[in-house]
Structure formats: structure tokens, C-alpha cells
């Protein structure tokens, strides 16, 4: 899983599986979690949101889970394909404060 | 619509010297913010502007500064270079009155400093 500010880790899957990753967020008060996808050589691009209000939202390919309790964020990619291969990263807001995690490797086998 | 636009694409200085940094928002959109990208830090916020007012700023030395204009593009500069500036430096804009301040990045501006 992921830490804010620590080093980058990977997940390698092969094509077709499904990926799970995971986000340790750091403020209790966060209301708001995006995450973002960077693949390299590209600035960040969105691909879900949640509110503290909900536990799951569903997007196309992807679900993102909140546990507030352990303050845990996770994206569930289904069936990963080559064009999924990208850093993935959260981030948490609360107020006018956003936060940015380091970010998990994804890294898709043919 | 045209995304983010941020140029130059790459740069490279040497210690001492002073950058500026450009970005140009998606049309409409009124808020800018810049980050630092570093594979130790990952990303971190610089400042934030809404109709030309620094509306929000991150943890960063004086060194640091950023104006918008009226047009609602916005400009960073970095004086005086150290070596630990060199990053990966991105720019993202939000829709005016974005209650999710979902922010659409640049491709960024990857600055060595030598």
C-alpha cells in the first residue's frame, strides 16, 4: 500500500486481473478523496471520486472504496489492461487543503 | 477544448540563476494551482490563484512566487536555483466554483538545475 510522502511502491498484474490499490490517508477531517492517474511523460489525470459521506462509488472499470474508520482508500481496477500501466496516487481534502499521496506503480503484464 | 498548457516542456539552469514557468488554463477555468513533483516528495503544493488574488500557499521558501493575470494565466517563478529545486513542476486549473476541486493538470514542466 501506500504512505503519504514515503518511497513508491509497485504492484505488477497480469493483464486481465483484477488490481487492488490501496491508500493510507493522514487527516480525519478529510472530506473529500480523488485519485489520479499519472502515466509518464503526462501531468495527473482524474479517474474517481468519493465523499466522506459514501463507502463505495463505481466508475467505469473502477470502484473506489473508503474505510474512515482506519482511515484506508482503495481502487479496485477490473480486468487491467497494458493502457493501465501508470502511477496511481490519492488525494484528501478537507477544507481549502488538499494532499497529495507518493503514489503506487502500477505495471501491467501482457 | 484545450487542456492545461504549460510551457516550456523542459528546462535546464544552473544554480543561481532564476526560472519562470508558464501555464494557461483550460478555458474558463479561474482557478490555478502549482505543484512540485519529486520522486522523494511526490506531489507538493506550491500556491494557489483565483482571479489574479493568491488565494492558498504550500510550505515553500520565498524563493518561490507566482502571479495570474487577468486572462487567468498564471506564471511561477523560482530565484536564486538550488540543486533541490530540480523537479517535475505542474500546473492544474478548476472550474470557477468547483465544489469537488476536481483539477485538470498540464503535462508540467520538468526543470533541472545543474
Known amino acids: 500500500g501506500e504512505s503519504v510522502g514515503l518511497h513508491l511502491p509497485t504492484l505488477s498484474v497480469q493483464e486481465g486481473d483484477n488490481s487492488i490499490i490501496n491508500c493510507a490517508y493522514s487527516?480525519?477531517?478529510?472530506?473529500?478523496f480523488i485519485w489520479y492517474k499519472q502515466e509518464s511523460g503526462k501531468g495527473p489525470q482524474f479517474i474517481i471520486d468519493?465523499?466522506?459521506?459514501?463507502d463505495k462509488r463505481q466508475g467505469q472499470r473502477v470502484t473506489v472504496l473508503l474505510n474512515k474508520t482506519v482511515k484506508h482508500l482503495s481502487l479496485q481496477i477490473a480486468a487491467t489492461q497494458p493502457g493501465d500501466s501508470a502511477v496511481y496516487f490519492c488525494a484528501e481534502k478537507w477544507d481549502n487543503d488538499m494532499r497529495f499521496g507518493a503514489g503506487t506503480r502500477l505495471t501491467v503484464k501482457p | 477544448k484545450a487542456g492545461v498548457t504549460q510551457t516550456p516542456r523542459y528546462l535546464i539552469k544552473t544554480r543561481g540563476q532564476q526560472v519562470t514557468l508558464s501555464c494557461s488554463p483550460i478555458s474558463g477555468h479561474r482557478s490555478v494551482s502549482w505543484y512540485q513533483q519529486t520522486p522523494g516528495q511526490g506531489l507538493q503544493f506550491l500556491f494557489e490563484y483565483f482571479s489574479e488574488t493568491q488565494r492558498n500557499k504550500g510550505n515553500f521558501p520565498g524563493r518561490f512566487s507566482g502571479r495570474q493575470f487577468s486572462n487567468s494565466r498564471s506564471e511561477m517563478n523560482v530565484s536564486t536555483l538550488e540543486l533541490g529545486d530540480s523537479a517535475l513542476y505542474l500546473c492544474?486549473?478548476?472550474?470557477?466554483?468547483?465544489?469537488?476541486?476536481?483539477?485538470?493538470f498540464g503535462a508540467g514542466t520538468r526543470l533541472s538545475v545543474l
Open positions: 487527516n480525519s477531517a478529510s472530506d473529500y
Open positions: 468519493i465523499r466522506s459521506n459514501m
Open positions: 492544474a486549473s478548476s472550474p470557477l466554483g468547483s465544489p469537488k476541486n476536481i483539477q485538470y
